[in-house]
């Protein structure tokens, strides 16, 4: 069993930067990709990107495109989203997501395991 734990949300002004932490303990993460998404109250959790675990294959939902960046550190089993220029569009909370599929990686359903999620909010 894969457990997540993200860590860095929090409150910020539009225009500043966050960065998100997710880290693997339990069984050690091996599989194919990592991913973020994200989920505002009344709408489904979305995409945000995800990072291919070997190869380190990016992917971007164009409305991050360009302010986000996902990183990984394999000898820390740790993902991290780099959030900057923040919207109040981006306030939501925020999952990490682990998967050993290879299909529907912009999908909930591409992932076996979840974090319980960090708040990020960000003022105007």
């Known amino acids: 069993q894969v457990q997540l734990v993200e860590s860095g949300g929090g409150l910020v002004q539009a225009g500043n930067s966050l960065r998100l932490s997710c880290a693997t303990s339990g069984r050690t993460f091996s599989g194919y990709a990592m991913g973020w998404f994200r989920q505002v109250p009344g709408k489904e959790r979305e995409f945000v990107a995800r990072i291919s675990w070997l190869d380190g294959i990016l992917y971007y939902a164009d409305s991050v495109k360009g302010r986000f960046t996902i990183s990984k550190d394999n000898a820390k089993n740790t993902v991290y989203l780099q959030m900057n220029s923040l919207k109040p569009e981006d306030t939501a909370v925020y999952y990490c997501?682990?998967?050993?599929?290879?299909?529907?990686?912009?999908?909930?359903?591409?992932?076996?395991?979840w974090g319980q999620g960090t708040q990020v909010t960000v003022s105007s």
């Open positions: 997501a682990a998967t050993w599929g290879v299909r529907h990686l912009t999908m909930t359903s591409g992932y076996q395991y």
